[in-house]
């Protein structure tokens, strides 16, 4: 069973220089009780991606081609209220500053219990289940916690308290968009646990954002990765990580400095800039900064299922 | 390699709270350290920690409460800003975000000559230090005429170094200089910075909690818990034998991009202690999977050997697994 499913989806923003063609047919997949990586560089289009499977584009922002498949509905045609109610029920979403996602002025119980404003159960069962609910993140004295605010709670408690939050009302799927980014080696390990062992038990599915890729490695059973707002390469986080096809993966990897096993003063580098979205090259999109080009990369380069689930965007995938 | 600066027991301190029920909090708890000319050191630590606070306080932007910092032999902690002036442009400061640090109104060009007017400095001629200081960050001449927001992320860090280097500074403090950066570009902004050091011989501090960016540039690394340096030494010695409890916990933690590597990890209670409400005795021990008796009251004295120091009673032998065996895989 698939949760989300994103067809051929392309999103143009309108901008002084022009169009900016900020997705370009990217398709892949949230299957069912899955966490699904999406990794790549600042300006790659994670967040428009976000911001389109949640029906939030800015105003110039549009979506012009491909759908969004969710639980059965195509996202991209529901009007506003739908949408509203979609969101924070069925999809519900994590960002990398809790601070930015809690009420400075209301307590915890409060925006907790207000969450839950559907459910027509009455203010204690409501408060119960918060408390429960903050248990299950492991925040020590739930109870009391509930009429805390949320300045009175450390960086890491405060995104636990945000997840929690964001599974109350067991949503299908949980966009995590770089959770962990402010935390430390320690805390940030300690929240990927818990939010692995959350999606167990709430049975949802994660799209986890990140370009962190220790993290992704760690957490995710597939990965998706972008550059210059395609999908050059998604499969499992095995077949990625150990078998990238495509150039741009592959170099991702060697970069990370957590790669070079020996001391380096001189870490790997991808030369050259992400190209222009508003004029896109007519052929592969990393042509311009790839080691291995060949002729046939001034075409626009196929989707190859190199395996079962494994696709780079490549014409070199072909060939090996 | 001669010393350009010594830091004694700095305390920084900040008033919180309501007007009546004032109470101060040490964001930094007696830091001690030195640098040397041509040496990276790097502050690591969960946020929070005081890192970013220490920094501001080298740089003279945050009063200290106690202690003593020297630059170059000159003891600037009290210091006023006219004569701490002359001293700042030897030694300048990288802020965290890299577009957010630049002026959204002024051109890459007028940002880089800034530092000069700043400092009144006529000698140079801005027409011609701006392309040569853009293109020692590699970046071409045109992007002077461009404003931050026309800039990538790796680009507006570029100028942040531009502007860093501009007045050939002895020290550079960079906090955070590829937070929110690529992986590649992150190599680039690393590559740049150790360029630069080994060709002017600059002094460096790097604030980051991305570990394996520091086994990468710096020679001593320190590791900052609730406002103290818990574990100082050389980098190499501390990434292969941390002797810290924490330290260990922080490498063991350290996510790695291989999804088959097993996983061999100190598991910590992640309950961060308030500012407010430290710990008595070892401020570590509400976290420690060693704690023993004498850790809940007993303050730790750095144990010191020639090239680390360790706060704890009981340091680490190399390979260390704790007691209870509580072991994440």
Redesign the interface.
Known sequence: MTVLSIKDLNVTFSTEGGRLHALKDVSFDVPERRIVGVV????CGKSTLINAILGLLADNGRVDAGSITFEGEDLTRLGPARMQELRGQRISTVFQDPMGALNPVLSVGRQMRNIQYRSGRSRSEKDARSEAMLRQV?I?DAQAALARYPHEF????RQ?VAIAMALMMRPALLIADEPT?????????????LLRELQQDIACSVLFIS????????LCDDVVVMYAGEVVERGT??QV??TPRHPYAR???E??????SG????????PG??PDLRQRPPGCVFATRCDQRVDACDKVPPDVAVETGHVARCVLAEAR | MSRILEIRDVEVTFEVGPLMRRRSILGVAGVSFDLHSGETFAI??????GKTTLACAINGLQGISAGSIRFDEHRIDTLGARSMKPLRRRMSMMFQDPVGSLSPRMKVGNLIAEPFRIHGIVDKNPSVEVPRLLSLVGLTPEFADRYPHQL??GQARRVGVARAIALDPDLIIADEPT??????????V??LL?DLRERLGLAMIIIT?????V???ADRMAVMYLGRFVEVGDT?EIFRAPRHPYTA???S?????????A?D?I??P???P?LLARPAGCEFHSRCPWVAARCMSEVPEFVQSETRKVACHTPLEPGARPPELEV?Q
Do not use: W, Y
Request: aromatic share 0%.
């Open positions: 790549g560089e600042s300006g492991r020590p450390s960086g890491g408690m636990r980014t402010a935390l430390d080696a320690t805390l940030e390990v300690a929240t990927i646990e370009h962190h890729l220790g993290v992704i490695a760690e986080t095995r990580f150990h170099r991702l990897l970069c990370d400095p957590a790669r070079q001391r380096t003063r001189h870490l790997p580098t991808i800039e992400i | 690591v630590g969960e946020s929070g920690s990538s992320g937070a929110g950066l690529d992986v590649s570009v992150q190599g680039e690393l590559n150790n909690h991305n570990l394996h960016v086994h990468h540039v190499d916990a922080l490498l933690a350290n996510p790695e991009p291989d999804p088959d590597k996983r990890r598991a910590l992640a309950e961060v308030s994440t």
